[in-house]
């Protein structure tokens, strides 16, 4: 009876095992994701916290510079990344973007895509991106599904 338990146990053991192997080697290569600081501290003045805390959200950090290195044919490039501030809402998180006049917001897909998926994919625990417009004082939600798109896929001839 001892002998059979043995055998079972290992059994399972070695089941387990390559189960384990065989999802490991199955799975896709892991995303890097961003994991934010604090960010700079926010000023009790603010304006455009002040705005946001007036439609319902909470700001929880300032501005986040997020380094990021490029290489070009062997040459390192250096570039940054900046989130305006981290805000919440009913406890959703989003990134804010503040427009400005120097860098209009194109709003079709592609503009969209181009100037504000890369916070989506570096931060997939984002419920969205606040675009916030001072001049007009507004906030437009832009969220990004990678998944299920609306519009039907072409055939491949």
Known sequence: MDLFVMVAAA?????WGYRAFYNWLHQPRGMKRLVLGRGELLEPDDAHVLFLESRGYEVLSGKHKVPIAVELD???L???????YVAECDGLMYA???????QPMDWTGSGLRDRLLVFSLLMPELEGILV???AERSIRTVKFDLEDTKRPRTREA
């Not at 059994?11 to 089941?15: E, T």
């Not at 250096?78 to 305006?84: E, G």
């Not at 973007?97 to 120097?102: A, G, V, Y």
């Open 11 to 15: 059994l399972l053991i070695v089941y």
């Open 74 to 76: 062997g040459q390192e």
């Open 78 to 84: 250096y570039s940054r990344l900046y989130i305006d």
């Open 96 to 102: 804010v973007k503040i427009s400005r006049e120097r």
């Open 132 to 134: 916030v417009d001072p």
